[in-house]
C-alpha cells in the first residue's frame, strides 16, 4: 500500500511537471519554423522518410546548409517522426514534440534529485519532502524563460532531447545501485540513457562524467565501479565508431582565443548567465561579453567599461561558488554533488576553452538544472539548521541532529515560500511571453534586434527577409551595416552580391564577389553567382563554370541541381539524365533528385523508367504529392 502511494505522489508530480511546461509554453504551438529550421527541417532531405534513417546515422547535420561539426543523429531522428506525422504545413505539431521533450526532460530531472535528496542525510527530508523540494526544483527549471531558445526553437531541440535521456539514465543508474532485484535492467537502461543523450547532442557527454561523479561519491564497490567503466567504454567506443565514420564538411578552424584573455571572458560569462538566471529579462539568440568596437568610440568605451565590472563580479561569483561548495562539502553532501555536476556540466562552455561564440542562453540548459539542485538543497539544510539553533538540543532533538525543514517557523517559511512563489510565477510569466518573439523569422530576428543582439549574422538575415519582401533598398543598407560591423566575412559578401544581382547592380556584386574568393567553402556558390553574372550582363554561356563547380564539389547537390537545370533550359535531356543517374548512385537518398529524374525520363518517352523513379522519390519523401501526382498522371495515360 505504502509503495501503491509513493507511486501515486510520484505519477502526479510527474503530471504537475508536464502541466506547468505545456502550461507557459502554449503559445508556442502558433509559430512557424524559423533560424536554423530552415536548414535542420525544411531543407534536410534525410528527415523526410523512414529509409533515410540509416542515412541519418551517416552524416552531420547542416547537409545542404554550411559546414558544421554537429553530429545528432537522434534530433534527427525526431524530425523524421515529426515529418510523418505533421509535414511542414503544421509547424504546431514539431513545437508540441519539442515542448513534451522538456517537460518529460523536467520529469527525469524531478526523479534525479528525489534520489539525491534521499542520499543526504543533512536534509531530514521524509519521502513526501523530498518529492516537494524535487517537484519545486524540476518545475522552476522547466518553466524558466531561459530555456526558451531550446524549447520554442524546434533546431534547438538537442539539448531537451540529451537532457531528457540523461536524466532518465542517472535515475537508472541510481536505482541500480540501490539493494534491490532487476540490477541488470536497470543498469542497460542507464547505459542506453546516456547513449542516446550522447547521440542527441555532443555535451550529453556530461551526464557519462555526472555519473562517474555519483559513483565517486557513493563508493558501490570496486567490480560495481568496473562494471561501469566497462560499460561506458563501449558506449564512448560505438559512439565514436558512429562519429568518425560519418560524412561531413567540417567548418574552417577559428583561430584559437589568447589563453591570457579566456579567464577574463571565463568571468564574463558566469556574471551574465547569472544574472539571466536570476533576471531573464532581456533574452536574445545571440550574446557578446567581449569588447570589440561599438560603432562610435563613446559606445565601445560605455561597453568597455560594463565589461570591467562584469569581470569584476564574475570574479566575486567564482569566490562565492568556492565558499559554497567548501560549505557543501562539510554540511549537504547532496549540494555538493549539485555543484559538482553543475561545474563539469558549466566547463566546457565557460570559456576556458575556445568556442564558436562567448555565450549562449540555450548552452546553461542542463548546468542549470544542477545549480538548482544545489540551491534547493542549501535552502532545506539551512532552514533545518536554523529550526535546530533555535529549539536547542534541550528540546528533544539529539545533539547533532537536524530535525525537519517542513516543521520550521511558520514566519521565516512564509517569507521564503513567498519569495519563492513570486519569482516562479515571474518566470512563467516571462517564458509564456516569450513566445511570441519566435512567432515567424521576421519577428524572431526584428526582436532580437531590439533587445540588443544586432549582430552581423542577425542582420544578414533580416536584410534577407527584407529580399524576400521586395524591400531592395533595406537589405542592402542592412547588408552594408553587417559589413561595416564585419568586414572579414565572406558570407556576409555573398549574401550582399546576391541582393545586388537582384538590383541588376552587377558592377557591384562583382566588386562583393571579390572578397568571397579566398573561401573554399564558399567557392561553388561564388562560381554560381559568378556565371550567372556573366549570363545576365555579357551574354556569356554559363555551362562551363556550372560544370567547373561540380568538379569543385561533386557531393553538392545545388551544384549538381543547377547544372541540371541548365541543361534543361537548353533542351538537351539525355545529359540531364547521365548528370542525374551518376549523382543518385551517391546519394540515393534525395528524393528531390528522383522526383526529377522521372521528369526527364518521362520527357524522352522512357514511362516505366519514369515511374520507378518517381517510385523512389515516394519512398525518399513520404509526403512527395508531386511525385504521387506524376505518378496518377502516368498510370492514367497508360
Known amino acids: ?43 534536410d532531405p534525410l528527415i523526410r522518410s523512414w529509409q533515410n534513417i540509416p542515412e541519418g546515422f551517416r552524416h552531420f547535420l547542416f547537409l545542404d546548409a554550411t559546414a558544421s561539426n554537429f553530429y545528432r543523429p537522434i534530433q534527427r531522428l525526431t524530425f523524421t517522426a515529426d515529418y510523418q506525422l505533421f509535414g511542414f504545413a503544421a509547424p504546431a505539431g514539431w513545437h508540441f514534440t519539442s515542448i513534451l521533450v522538456h517537460a518529460l526532460a523536467g520529469v527525469g530531472l524531478f526523479l534525479v534529485a528525489e534520489k539525491l535528496l534521499a542520499l543526504s542525510a543533512a536534509t531530514r527530508l521524509s519521502g513526501e519532502g523530498r518529492r516537494a523540494v524535487a517537484l519545486g526544483a524540476a518545475v522552476l527549471w522547466v518553466i524558466h524563460p531561459l530555456h526558451t531558445s531550446a524549447v520554442t526553437y524546434i533546431a534547438g531541440r538537442a539539448d531537451p532531447l540529451a537532457a531528457m535521456f540523461g536524466f532518465a539514465g542517472l535515475a537508472l543508474g541510481l536505482a541500480s545501485l540501490t539493494p534491490r532485484a532487476r540490477v541488470g535492467l536497470w543498469r542497460c537502461g542507464a547505459v542506453l540513457g546516456f547513449a542516446l543523450a550522447l547521440l542527441s ?4 557527454i556530461v551526464f557519462t562524467l555526472i555519473w562517474l561523479l555519483v559513483l565517486a561519491w557513493q563508493r558501490p564497490g570496486w567490480r560495481v565501479g568496473a562494471t561501469w567503466l566497462a560499460l561506458l567504454a563501449v558506449v564512448l567506443g560505438g559512439y565514436c565508431a558512429l562519429r568518425f565514420t560519418a560524412e561531413k564538411t567540417p567548418p574552417p578552424v577559428a583561430p584559437p582565443v589568447p589563453m591570457a584573455v579566456r579567464p577574463i571572458l571565463a568571468a564574463r560569462a558566469l556574471a551574465e548567465y547569472s544574472g539571466l538566471l536570476v533576471a531573464p529579462l ?23 567599461r560594463l565589461r570591467e565590472y562584469q569581470t569584476l563580479a564574475g570574479v566575486l561569483l567564482l569566490v562565492g561558488l568556492a565558499l559554497w561548495m567548501r560549505h557543501a562539502v562539510r554540511r549537504v553532501p547532496v549540494a555538493a554533488f549539485g555543484l559538482g555536476a553543475f561545474g563539469l556540466a558549466y566547463l566546457p562552455i565557460s570559456n576556458l576553452f575556445s568556442l564558436n561564440a562567448t555565450l549562449a542562453e540555450h548552452w546553461l540548459y542542463v548546468p542549470s538544472a544542477f545549480l ?36 520550521a517557523s511558520a514566519p521565516s517559511r512564509f517569507i521564503l515560500t513567498g519569495i519563492l512563489i513570486a519569482w516562479a510565477l515571474a518566470l512563467g510569466a516571462r517564458t509564456f511571453l516569450r513566445q511570441e518573439d519566435w512567432r515567424d523569422q521576421r519577428t524572431f530576428i526584428e526582436r532580437t534586434i531590439a533587445a540588443g543582439g544586432a549582430s552581423p549574422r542577425m542582420l544578414m538575415n533580416l536584410a534577407n527577409v527584407e529580399s524576400g519582401a521586395r524591400q531592395p533598398d533595406k537589405a542592402v543598407a542592412l547588408y552594408r551595416e553587417a559589413l561595416r560591423q ?27 564577389l571579390a572578397h568571397t574568393e579566398g573561401s573554399p567553402l564558399l567557392a561553388v556558390e561564388t562560381g554560381q553567382l559568378r556565371a550567372l553574372l556573366d549570363e545576365l550582363e555579357l551574354g556569356k554561356d554559363r555551362g562551363g563554370a556550372l560544370r567547373q563547380a561540380i568538379q569543385h564539389a561533386p557531393k553538392s547537390w545545388s551544384a549538381r541541381k543547377a547544372y541540371v537545370e541548365y541543361l534543361n533550359e537548353r533542351g538537351d535531356p539525355a545529359p540531364a539524365i547521365a548528370e542525374l543517374r551518376s549523382f543518385l548512385e551517391a546519394h540515393p537518398f534525395r528524393a528531390d533528385s528522383w522526383r526529377m529524374l522521372g521528369a526527364r525520363l518521362e520527357a524522352v518517352g522512357r514511362i516505366d523508367l519514369a515511374r520507378s523513379a518517381y517510385q523512389e522519390a ?10 504521387r501526382a506524376y505518378l496518377r498522371q502516368i498510370a492514367g495515360t497508360k
Open 618 to 627: 515516394l519512398r525518399r519523401d513520404v509526403r512527395d504529392e508531386a511525385s
Open 201 to 204: 547532442k555532443e555535451s550529453g
Open 282 to 304: 532581456t533574452l536574445r539568440m545571440e550574446r557578446d561579453v567581449s569588447t570589440k568596437p561599438q560603432g562610435d568610440f563613446a559606445a565601445t568605451m560605455q561597453n568597455a
Open 1 to 43: 500500500m505504502l509503495a501503491a502511494l509513493k507511486n501515486l505522489s510520484r505519477t502526479i508530480a510527474g503530471v504537475l511537471i508536464i502541466a506547468a511546461t505545456f502550461l507557459v509554453y502554449w503559445p508556442a504551438l502558433r509559430n512557424g519554423f524559423v533560424w536554423d529550421d530552415t536548414a535542420l527541417v525544411l531543407r
Open 486 to 512: 564585419s568586414p572579414d566575412q565572406p558570407i556576409i559578401w555573398l549574401g550582399y552580391a546576391n541582393v545586388l544581382a537582384r538590383n541588376r547592380d552587377f558592377a557591384g556584386a562583382r566588386a562583393a
Open 372 to 407: 538548482l539542485l544545489a540551491a534547493a538543497a542549501t535552502i532545506i539544510a539551512w532552514k533545518g539548521t536554523a529550526e535546530a539553533r533555535r529549539r536547542g538540543a534541550g528540546e528533544g532533538s539529539v545533539a547533532g541532529e537536524l530535525p525537519s525543514p517542513l516543521r
